[in-house]
């Protein structure tokens, strides 16, 4: 088969996900097995957003190039061989006129020239919404190039909260929610032996298919995500955070009169992100503008209001305690369906940049695993150039799914200990 592409990039932006190595070693195979050198970009944008020809990019310090033994067994291992972070090389870029902008494309000028500097025909982006944003910024900045002086993009999907449009699950989703789902348990457990509740905060930037997953595979007793707060908990624009903690007690007495005194109750972390802005006020932001929602401590906040809010209703204190997962199933040990789900998408990379000849699509899947080619224009807002996210519909099946099997008045399973007297 006769391309032009000698050399790729393969370049991973982000939060780690499970299988991550999965798509890079599948991904680099695909293109060695064909005669293709691949090259490894270290931790993300870091290296190329501030890219200067007077400095030039280093082997092993900056970049790694991929052989054959490097590749061998580890599509299960943890971590990211290449590592990640989140340098944004398109903050500041708000539309289709920016991308006009040499102050605002300095970093995108900054990107491509280093790509170059490496004979770099094309590159593999993996990540989140915003790394797609970042693909497509650069795709639509090197339209003002010759053809001979572009870089091929395709973009790989990946975040664990599973909120991308155009595939339906995400690799690493199903492994964060396994991890999650058993240290739900074990905290449920916890809760029966000492007649309380946990309120436990999951990741869930934007939507809220993460914490619905571990609230169904968890057997929460109730679980609220961004999308219920928005349809149930808002006040003046925010989140009515009282009005929560109310809804949360209403589920912790249903449950005592069907004989239960205990339980876990999921939210999702994006909730601290519509709360009022003097509840906001000294969280630190990333370079996407994102608030670093792990400092925020929404679990122990919302746990200390529906403690009182308890005892204001039942005139008994109940111990609740606030609990945040999410950091411990980022690197996790794959889950098999991630494993194959992100081997495929790897290889789709090399079928989509070098067989279809494509430019400017992310690699999707459908089916048993087939592979569908989406192209940036359909996943992206165009006036405004952001990615959309894919929230739960109310009323859909899965939203059902997850409120059927939400315990809030289930029966009692067998003898259980009643409840612990609090002072």
Same mark, same amino acid.
């Given at each position: 088969?006769?391309?032009?592409?000698?050399?790729?990039?393969?370049?991973?932006?982000?939060?780690?996900?499970?299988?991550?190595?999965?798509?890079?070693?599948?991904?680099?195979?695909?293109?060695?097995?064909?005669?293709?050198?691949?090259?490894?970009?270290?931790?993300?944008?870091?290296?190329?957003?501030?890219?200067?020809?007077?400095?030039?990019?280093?082997?092993?310090?900056?970049?790694?190039?991929?052989?054959?033994?490097?590749?061998?067994?580890?599509?299960?291992?943890?971590?990211?061989?290449?590592?990640?972070?989140?340098?944004?090389? &398109?903050? +500041?870029?708000? *539309?289709? #006129?920016?991308?006009?902008?040499?102050?605002?494309? @300095? $970093? /995108?000028?900054?990107?491509?020239?280093?790509?170059?500097?490496?004979?770099?025909?094309?590159?593999?982006?993996?990540?989140?919404?915003?790394?797609?944003?970042?693909?497509?910024?650069?795709?639509?900045?090197?339209?003002?190039?010759?053809?001979?002086?572009?870089?091929?993009?395709?973009?790989?999907?990946?975040?664990?909260?599973?909120?991308?449009?155009?595939?339906?699950?995400?690799?690493?989703?199903?492994?964060?929610?396994?991890?999650?789902?058993?240290?739900?348990?074990?905290?449920?457990?916890?809760?029966?032996?000492?007649?309380?509740?946990?309120?436990?905060?999951?990741?869930?930037?934007?939507?809220?298919?993460?914490?619905? &997953?571990? +609230?169904?595979? *968890?057997? #929460?007793?109730?679980?609220?995500?961004?999308?219920? @707060? $928005? /349809?149930?908990?808002?006040?003046?624009?925010?989140?009515?955070?009282?009005?929560?903690?109310?809804?949360?007690?209403?589920?912790?007495?249903?449950?005592?009169?069907?004989?239960?005194?205990?339980?876990?109750?999921?939210?999702?972390?994006?909730?601290?992100?519509?709360?009022?802005?003097?509840?906001?006020?000294?969280?630190?932001?990333?370079?996407?503008?994102?608030?670093?929602?792990?400092?925020?401590?929404?679990?122990?906040?919302?746990?200390?209001?529906?403690?009182?809010?308890?005892?204001?209703?039942?005139?008994?204190?109940?111990?609740?305690?606030?609990?945040?997962?999410?950091?411990?199933?980022?690197?996790?040990?794959?889950?098999?369906?991630?494993?194959?789900?992100?081997?495929?998408?790897?290889?789709?990379?090399?079928? @989509?940049?070098?067989?279809?000849?494509?430019?400017?699509?992310?690699?999707?899947?459908?089916?048993?695993?087939?592979?569908?080619?989406?192209?940036?224009?359909?996943?992206?807002?165009?006036?405004?150039?952001?990615?959309?996210?894919?929230?739960?519909?109310?009323?859909?099946?899965?939203?059902?799914?997850?409120?059927?099997?939400?315990?809030?008045?289930?029966?009692?399973?067998?003898?259980?200990?009643?409840?612990?007297?609090?002072?």
């Amino acid at each position: 088969m006769t391309h032009s592409i000698r050399r790729v990039a393969i370049l991973f932006s982000g939060g780690p996900a499970p299988a991550a190595n999965a798509v890079i070693s599948a991904a680099a195979i695909s293109f060695l097995e064909h005669g293709i050198e691949v090259v490894g970009i270290f931790h993300g944008y870091s290296n190329l957003c501030d890219y200067d020809p007077t400095y030039p990019l280093e082997e092993g310090l900056h970049y790694r190039i991929f052989r054959d033994a490097d590749l061998r067994g580890i599509r299960n291992s943890r971590g990211i061989c290449i590592g990640t972070a989140r340098a944004n090389p &398109g903050k +500041g870029l708000s *539309g289709p #006129a920016d991308l006009d902008d040499e102050a605002k494309t @300095a $970093r /995108l000028r900054a990107v491509h020239a280093g790509l170059r500097s490496l004979g770099i025909d094309a590159l593999v982006s993996i990540g989140g919404d915003d790394t797609l944003k970042t693909a497509n910024f650069l795709q639509m900045w090197q339209r003002r190039l010759p053809a001979e002086e572009r870089v091929a993009v395709v973009h790989l999907p990946k975040t664990i909260d599973n909120d991308y449009r155009g595939i339906d699950f995400t690799f690493g989703f199903f492994t964060a929610v396994d991890v999650m789902a058993k240290e739900l348990q074990n905290l449920a457990a916890d809760a029966d032996a000492t007649s309380g509740y946990f309120i436990v905060e999951t990741m869930g930037r934007k939507a809220g298919w993460l914490s619905y &997953g571990v +609230g169904i595979a *968890g057997e #929460a007793s109730m679980v609220v995500a961004v999308e219920d @707060a $928005r /349809l149930h908990y808002m006040e003046d624009g925010f989140v009515d955070l009282t009005g929560l903690a109310d809804a949360i007690v209403d589920c912790m007495v249903a449950r005592e009169m069907r004989g239960r005194h205990s339980g876990t109750i999921v939210v999702a972390e994006g909730i601290g992100e519509m709360l009022p802005e003097k509840a906001l006020k000294g969280v630190q932001r990333d370079d996407h503008g994102h608030i670093s929602l792990g400092k925020l401590d929404l679990h122990r906040l919302l746990a200390e209001i529906v403690k009182d809010r308890f005892k204001e209703r039942t005139g008994r204190a109940k111990k609740v305690t606030g609990v945040q997962l999410g950091y411990e199933s980022r690197c996790a040990p794959p889950h098999a369906f991630d494993v194959m789900l992100g081997s495929q998408l790897g290889i789709g990379a090399y079928r @989509a940049l070098v067989e279809e000849g494509l430019d400017g699509f992310m690699v999707s899947v459908s089916g048993q695993l087939d592979l569908v080619y989406v192209p940036f224009d359909e996943l992206i807002d165009p006036a405004t150039l952001v990615t959309e996210v894919r929230f739960i519909e109310p009323e859909s099946d899965f939203y059902r799914l997850a409120r059927l099997l939400e315990s809030r008045t289930e029966a009692p399973r067998g003898w259980v200990p009643g409840p612990r007297r609090e002072p």
